[in-house]
């Protein structure tokens, strides 16, 4: 019987090595077209970045647009002309901040030597700054499979202490930085479905793990310092964010198939005819943690 | 219409003028060990060139003129029985086959040999006999009904590791699989990898790909039934095995000796038993396993009355630590009743009631914990008649009724939510003749009449545009109450016509040609390549419509060499209408409003299949070809709910080419040997044409759908089945099978997915990189040892 699961043991452990190879192929190469990024905010300076699209398999960032007409809009008036970086082709910036409750887009007019897919006027869809609840606190914590919130792996996590404003449906989106350092590729998104108006760290809800385990050994005596800022963010941002995070690596069994990732940019005398990324109107706020070993 | 109740009414007239110049020989075919009802067993006068088969619960009815007649009757596995009968009266008999024994020097080939597939209507139909099926190479030995079926035309699943599979281009959802009459909406455990059925307790399966009967409704592409055994009523047995994925007994008996008999199986894998042995905790203290129970009892209350009550319960559990779990599996009961009203009407009453739930959630003791559930549930009812007129002319008709409840979503626990349950009815009424015409026709034509009914209490949202639901153009919403109708199906489109026709150019030829048209009224809500254990049927409503094909198919059919050989060549063309697609990155669990994520297409698929066949000797198996193309078409205004700009794009199940390849050869007394191969052309993918960058994302482009496709897929399995000889003075025996899958270890392709690559390690900045990646589910030769047992 012993030998009948050992056997058992080694077969079951082959039939897991289910595996993966990176491999040479060819795809089709499609036309360069505009991709417009940015954000403005009611706490930062508002930016856009203008690049365009690239072959699949090519290296490095992709190309940048330069020498563009980018306007902000409040309602319907525009707000202020942002001017672009000397130091960085493609990064346009203004130091206007946003308003709570305001309705903000931008419009992006390019002319010039570049691709005729790009050229035109460009324009993101309207949207309203949302307000984001405060970040009350962030407190270490020591949690294992025991504690409330659990965790797999016994050691000191950071705890987010915040309430989600009630009565309207609200995404948030939650980014980390660990000693000025943003986590690479990482998006995070939660919403209030079902906890509407709850406050977690009071209550039933307990405070939402947000980072953690610290990791003693690489700290030595610089200790860590974690940084987290919320983004109270709109239904079509997040549908966004979802789609760039799940279509970064698709193909496993039990994956969605594979989508074209449109934001809320889009020709301005054509509202079907639509450009590449997302400029969003964002509410944040942020908080901060020194790890005390 | 018209014209198919002329041929009834032609039917019933005929039958009242001849009644009284026919006499009727009935009665079951069983078999002589066991005393189970045989299926599809040709009960044949050959003086005459008559006969007929044994229907689903093995009874048979011929009404003959007065006389003596020499009876035979075949079947494949047994020994052909040859009797005279004296038909001066209405004549009863029960007849009991032998199985066949397996000698070396009876490879010999009896006097009769089996045409069936030559000189029955039925086309487009895959069955294989469980005892071939037990003998071929499976993975981790664990034989497979599902995965066989696959090695036959016109079938076959996205990959290994896929939930359920695809026939003759259909979506896995349009397959109705039938577990003796009760629906079953999973029919896989372990993600795919294994299918729910239990081979031991199968007594029969058979698969519709086409020409399908009208008794059979509510999926578009095809029809498994599946019936279990009904238990030995002669004496009590066993049967069982040992593999190294699971572990299963059988036990049937009689309760009163050829009365009544029960059958109850059971199987457990046990992976979770080896994960516990690892040191790691991260996968020792991790559970997965499945588990099954098929029970039957039967009871024969008169010669006109037998009952049978079924059931199925099974289970995937997949727990991570005590930190999350997930579980899903078929629950399922079904209580016939056979009726003889006389010998020449044959009746089948039925209830069945199924349920598939899936839950996740954490542990109940955490602080903080919830738990998602998900239900379908079916209650159903079916009355059927046979109705023998004579030899030549056969009428089956019924009526069927089905309730749904879904239960899309409830969350319990810290928090209490339930998306809205949803109610639905679906009656039908089917009718349908067979009828020899001359010595070289036989007609199959039939009609099935379905109807659909979405039932309240529920809240139904209204948009400005209902043809087109976006959460953003919501307008208010409608109450209705329980039981209240929302939305009705209840037209012209609901009739289902469904025609065979045979002609038989000699005794060893013919040519087929069927139509029919399907209708399904509940869709698989799945946006995955294969679909998962958490997606959930949802009914046809206000903004889902039902979806129908009509499939037309004719092929050519032969035998040679006293029927040892067969060889058949179909085509079929398949026109699918109101099929489900869904919004780029549709977000489909737990939604309130999933009218708004779905998108309805278009699809067709056409194809040639060929198979070749050796029946019977040392060496046996079959070929298979199929060539097959299924694309589907999603038109919109907007480019951004047009998939592939609207034009038409291959299904991402589509294969051009799937050769299969089976042998068996005894090679001794005690040594069978056997091979499966198969090849497949390389399944569709999205490729992307581009990237750009956003944060820290290099995202790709993708625009037409499915137009790369991935390496071509081939696997060699072997076997090796050892069944030492019966001691008969012992009733216990015992056989080993060994067998290897995947004999050259070929690391074929499920995918080939497209994804940023990792910064260098020290790398400051991130890195906008991109490759293709090929994932590979088995990577390895996989070997196997199963130790079966009987007494």
């Known amino acids: ?293 | 219409m018209r014209f198919l109740l002329n041929l009834l009414f032609l039917g019933l007239s005929f039958q009242a003028f001849s009644q009284n110049l026919l006499h009727t020989y009935s009665g079951y075919v069983r078999d002589s060990k066991t005393g189970e009802e045989l299926i599809g067993v040709n009960v044949v006068i050959p003086n005459l060139g008559e006969g007929t088969s044994t229907n689903l619960y093995g009874f048979y009815s011929l009404s003959l003129k007065p006389g003596i007649y020499e009876v035979s009757v075949q079947y494949i596995g047994y020994q052909t029985k040859t009797m005279k009968i004296d038909l001066n009266t209405d004549l009863k008999m029960n007849i009991e086959l032998s199985e066949n024994t397996t000698e070396l020097d009876e490879v010999t080939v009896t006097a009769e040999k089996l045409d069936q597939n030559v000189s029955s209507v039925e086309m487009s139909v895959a069955q294989l006999d469980i005892k071939d099926v037990k003998k071929m190479p499976a993975l981790l030995g664990e034989v497979d009904i599902i995965r066989s079926l696959t090695l036959l035309p016109g079938i076959s699943t996205i990959g290994e590791a896929s939930n359920g599979f695809n026939v003759r281009g259909g979506n896995t959802d349009q397959n109705l699989i039938l577990l003796d009459e009760a629906p079953v909406y999973n029919s896989s455990h372990l993600f795919g990898f294994f299918s729910i059925f239990n081979a031991d307790a199968v007594k029969d399966v058979k698969l519709y790909k086409g020409g399908i009967p009208s008794r059979y409704g509510g999926r578009l592409s095809s029809v498994v039934d599946v019936r279990q055994k009904d238990g030995n009523n002669k004496e009590f047995s066993g049967t069982g095995g040992v593999g190294l994925l699971s572990s299963r007994l059988l036990l049937e008996g009689p309760i009163q000796k050829d009365k009544s008999a029960f059958m109850v199986a059971a199987r457990r894998s046990y992976a979770d038993i080896f994960l516990a042995l690892s040191p790691d905790p991260a996968i020792s203290e991790n559970t997965l396993y499945f588990y099954d129970l098929n029970t039957k009892l039967n009871y024969i209350i008169s010669d006109k009355d037998r009952l049978y009550l079924s059931g199925y319960f099974g289970r995937d559990v997949f727990e991570i630590n005590d930190l999350f779990g997930f579980d899903w599996g078929n629950t399922s009961a079904s209580l016939r009743w056979n009726h003889l009203f006389s010998d020449r009407l044959f009746s089948n009453f039925t209830l069945v009631f199924t349920d598939y739930t899936y839950s996740l959630g954490t542990a109940d003791d955490a602080e903080f914990n919830f738990r998602l559930q998900s239900t379908i549930q079916d209650y159903h009812f079916k009355n059927q008649y046979n109705y023998y007129i004579n030899s030549k002319n056969e009428i089956e008709f019924g009526v069927e009724g089905i309730y749904y409840r879904m239960k899309p979503g409830q969350i319990t626990g810290s928090v209490e939510l339930e998306l809205q349950r949803e109610y639905a009815f679906e009656p039908s009424i089917y009718f349908s003749q067979e009828l020899e015409l001359g010595t070289r026709w036989t007609l199959q034509y039939g009609l099935r009449y379905s109807s659909f009914y979405n039932l309240g209490a529920q809240t139904v949202r209204n948009y400005s545009n209902p043809d087109l639901p976006n959460s953003e153009e919501l307008i208010g919403s409608q109450e209705y109450e329980a039981g209240e109708i929302i939305e009705a199906y209840n037209g012209l489109e609901g009739l289902e016509p469904r025609f065979s026709a045979n002609y038989r150019i000699d005794d060893e030829r013919s040519i087929k040609a069927s139509y029919n048209r399907t209708r399904q009224y509940i869709h698989l809500i799945s946006n995955t390549s294969t679909p998962t254990p958490v997606d959930l049927y949802r009914p046809a409503g206000r903004y889902i419509e039902p979806a129908t094909v009509n499939q037309i198919a004719a092929g050519y059919f032969q035998n040679f060499a006293e029927n040892r050989y067969e060889v058949s060549v179909e085509g079929y063309y398949k026109d699918f209408q109101n099929i489900v697609d869904y919004r780029n990155g549709a977000d489909l669990i737990f939604n309130e409003t999933i009218e708004t994520e779905i998108l309805s297409g278009i699809g067709r698929s056409y194809g040639l299949e060929f198979y070749l066949r050796k029946r019977e000797g040392r060496l046996s198996g079959w070929l298979s070809y199929t060539l097959s193309k299924t694309e589907l078409k999603v038109e919109n205004d907007d480019p951004l709910l047009a998939i592939n700009a609207g034009e038409w794009y291959a299904a991402n199940y589509d294969k051009r080419h799937d050769i299969s390849f089976v042998l068996s050869y005894q090679l001794t007394k005690k040594w069978d040997l056997g091979m499966n191969f198969t090849y497949q052309t390389g399944r569709a993918i999205t490729p992307p044409e581009g990237r750009f960058t956003f944060e820290e994302y290099s995202v790709p482009v993708y625009r037409s759908r499915n137009s790369l496709r991935i390496p071509d897929y081939h696997r060699l399995d072997l076997s090796a089945n050892y069944t030492p000889p019966k001691d008969p003075n012992k009733k216990f025996y015992s056989a080993w099978s060994i067998g290897i899958y995947n004999v050259y270890a070929r690391r074929n392709a499920y995918s080939i997915f497209f994804e940023q690559a990792d910064a260098p390690a020290g790398a400051t900045a991130p890195s906008f990189n991109t490759q293709a990646v090929q994932l590979s589910i088995f990577g390895t030769i996989i070997p196997s040892v199963t130790w079966n047992f009987n007494f």
């Open chain 1, 1 to 293: 019987m012993k030998t009948f699961i050992q056997i058992s043991l080694f077969i079951f452990a082959l039939v897991l090595t289910s595996c993966q190879d990176i491999v040479e192929i060819d795809v089709p190469a499609g036309d360069t077209e505009l991709v417009v990024s940015g954000q403005i905010s009611d706490k930062d300076s508002t930016y856009v970045l203008l690049s365009t699209t690239a072959p699949y398999f090519s290296e490095g960032e992709t190309s940048v647009i330069s020498g563009a007409r980018v306007s902000l809009w409040e309602g319907g008036s525009e707000l202020s002309l942002l001017s672009e970086s000397s130091s960085k082709p493609g990064y346009y910036s203004s130091d206007f901040k946003g308003s709570i409750g305001k309705i903000y887009h931008i419009e992006v007019d390019i002319t010039g030597d570049y691709p005729n897919k790009t050229l035109g006027t460009w324009v993101s869809k309207a949207d309203t700054l949302r307000a984001c609840p405060p970040l009350d606190s962030l407190k270490q914590a020591t949690l294992n499979r025991t504690t409330t919130p659990r965790a797999f792996e016994e050691g000191e996590f950071a705890l987010m202490f915040f309430g989600d404003i009630p009565n309207t449906k609200n995404y948030y989106r939650v980014k980390r930085t660990l000693n000025d350092s943003a986590f690479a590729r990482e998006i995070i998104i939660f919403d209030d479905f079902g906890v509407d108006g709850a406050y977690f760290g009071g209550g039933i809800f307990p405070p939402i793990s947000i980072f953690g385990p610290f990791d003693e050994e690489k700290m030595g005596e610089e200790k860590d310092t974690l940084t987290v800022r919320v983004e109270s963010v709109s239904n079509d941002f997040q549908s966004f964010l979802t789609l760039v995070s799940s279509q970064s690596q698709v193909g496993s069994p039990f994956d969605a198939p594979p989508a074209l990732v449109v934001g809320n940019i889009h020709r301005k005398e054509n509202e079907r005819e639509y450009a590449f990324g997302y400029f969003s109107v964002v509410g944040t706020n942020s908080n901060g943690l020194r790890y005390k070993p």
